[in-house]
């Protein structure tokens, strides 16, 4: 065995002695067939105890784990994983023993106590490693531990394996493990080049869409999101239109205009992305109020509408089909809308939906309508309408909500804090804030009350014209048919109770036309905003000589979502009666024999608005929140009342930056 050892150096004789070594080593492999795993271990560990260290080469281990892989299934027993991990405790310098069992467990489940095991007995050599530093975190991840992984896996130089389409693989999957499941750790150290990198190479739309939407409420510095948008905008996306497709989306619909043009422009030689559904309906839908329009072949259109490509995106043949719908509205002749042409502008304005609290919103509503457009001087007579439920209540809020509809209860000065904290939904919210959390949601558990036309129309102080319809009605038609198609899914259904109201301010045009007052404009407009500001009027007057348009409020994450938003909607006679026209859709949709379960899922929060303006090539504009201000009154109690037990929350906090600016804003 010396002697054996001694010629190691030697190149040609070292190759020779690794093939017989590892001939034999089968062969002994071969004779094992049948015997238990413990008897295959130890005939195994007698055999290699017979070299010495100098003897076992990376490849004659390599073909060692290759040969028991293939006789016993080590991928799918964990037994068999044991065996091998045994064997190699032997070599614990051995890299490629922990390489082969680690990488058997990217796709079957290792045992648990596998990675603590090998961090205990390889090595530091073999443990730095990049490849086996990488699958080792991987397994963290797998299991659910994530502290510390955000910075093991920034350790980690891309470059030592981006060679390795597997390693690769795992980087990607584990990145975006961290994102979703140790959000706060990964957007804490933030770095753009890692995450641009991986949306180059996750191939899910839908997960390209979440990652992307991150940047949009996570606490990332302002230069950081800059950094990433800059880079997204210089992506080459060969081999990937759908990428270029999702991207160009989230660039057009969250304002970065210049940075989806940088994008096409170095993507010119792969056109296929401009025929995704989804990017030519971002370039044509919607627009900011200001936006010059983004023209769109119409020979694209057509191929698009028809296009046989599978993609990914889960909405793909809807918006086909949404695209096809378009096409023909455009080629229809437009009708004739009642009062259109009159010299004077009128303008109805509808309150939809559940009147909660209006004593406490609409007089504030029609003092900022009344500054902004009425008056003989303005040339826009101003008439009021309520589309609402005889029975309604508070908003409930729920842990399944954006954590953003607490902000409200919050003192001012908080917001810029609670961004880095990660907090997505409600039910995370008890987690860092128990006693306000339980504070908040005892106090919008909802309260209910009736609705009274006096009551109204002494807020107001003007006549009003009212369609109010009750739930129980409601229920028994159409809300039933949704509550079928989607069992426990009360945002669908409120969706729908919402879309009702807004058919039956159909009722009060018709009525006014009917009186000889016919109407040319609407506003659509909840009836539970507070604290507006800004100028409707510039909106009006911006849009008024055009045909078929709608503003809308400016919501990003809702048009990411395939929506837009739907606090108030500023329309043309023609546009509002696709508005109006959405409550006679939805009938049709869930009356229908066999149903189409795709249209029908536009019943989702903000999508038929966006479905039926798109498909009536209605001119949609936005306006953003800090051109129009508004707010939400969910419930009769301020931020003021939560105080004292968010004070003693923030007290118990772990010190640091985030309970240094908390408690400054409670104290103030």
Known sequence: MEQRSSARGSGPFRDRLDAALAQGAYRLIRRTVGLTRYAWVIRLVRFLAGLSAADLSEPLLRRIAEAYETEHGIAQSAAAQR???????????????????????????????????????????????????????????????????????????????????LLIDVWRIASIHLIVRSETEYFATFQPAAFVRIIELERNPVILRELLMKLLYKP??????????????????????????VVSFFLMTCGYLSEAAQLESVNTEFTQGRLHPLYLRAKLFPLALGDAPRPVARA???????????????????????????????????PTAPGVGAGRTHLLVAFFGQMRFPARTLPGIKAW?????????????????????????????????????????????????????????????????????????????????????????????????????????????????????????????????????????????????????????????????????????????????????????????????????????LADRTAAAHVIGMRDKVRRLFRAVPRDPLACSRLTPHQMLASVLFEAAVDVRTVSRSEIRWDFLRATVTWQDFLPALRADVEGMEEGPVKRDLLAAVSA
């Open 83 to 165: 065996d091998l991990l045994k064997v190699s405790r032997i070599f614990p310098g051995s890299k490629t023993l922990f390489a082969r069992l680690l990488r058997l467990g990217v796709n079957a489940d290792l045992d648990p106590e596998i990675e603590p095991f090998i961090r205990r007995i390889a090595i530091e050599a073999v443990l730095r490693d990049p490849e086996i530093a990488l699958l080792l975190l991987f397994q963290r991840i797998k299991h659910e531990h994530f502290a510390g992984a955000a910075d093991d896996l920034r350790a980690i130089p891309f470059t030592a394996i981006d060679r390795d389409p």
């Open 220 to 245: 990332i510095a302002p230069h950081l999101i800059a950094e990433t948008i800059e880079r997204l905008a210089t992506r080459v996306f060969d081999g990937a239109p759908e990428n270029f497709a």
């Open 300 to 334: 694209d259109l057509e191929r698009a509408s028809q296009d046989p490509d599978p993609w990914y995106w889960p909405n793909a043949d809807l918006l086909r089909a949404e695209i096809g719908a378009r096409l023909a509205t455009s080629s229809a002749p437009e």
């Open 369 to 569: 309508i009344d500054a902004n457009v009425s008056g003989p001087e303005r040339g826009v007579d101003v008439s009021y309408g309520v589309a609402t439920w005889r029975e309604t209540g508070s908003k409930v809020i729920t842990p399944e909500d954006s954590f953003d509809y607490l902000l409200p209860y919050f003192p001012p000065g908080c917001e810029g804090a609670l961004r880095r904290l990660g907090l997505a939904r409600v039910a995370d919210a008890p987690r860092v804030f128990p006693r306000f959390a339980e504070r908040v949601l005892e106090s919008l558990a909802g309260t209910s009350d009736v609705v009274s036309e006096a009551e109204i129309e002494g807020l107001l102080k003007t006549d009003v014209h009212f369609a109010i319809g009750r739930d129980a009605q409601f229920m028994a038609d159409t809300g039933s048919l949704i509550a079928d198609f989607a069992p426990g899914d009360r945002h669908m259904l409120n969706q729908g109770r919402m879309l009702d109201r807004i058919g039956a301010v159909g009722d009060l045009v018709e009525h006014l036309d009917h009186a000889g007052r016919p109407v040319t404009h609407l506003l659509f407009i909840r009836p539970d905003l507070h604290q507006l500001a800004g100028s409707l009027a510039a909106c009006l007057d911006r849009m008024k000589p055009e045909r078929n348009w709608a503003v809308l409020d400016q919501d990003h994450l809702a048009e990411l979502m395939e929506g837009v938003g739907d606090r108030y909607i």
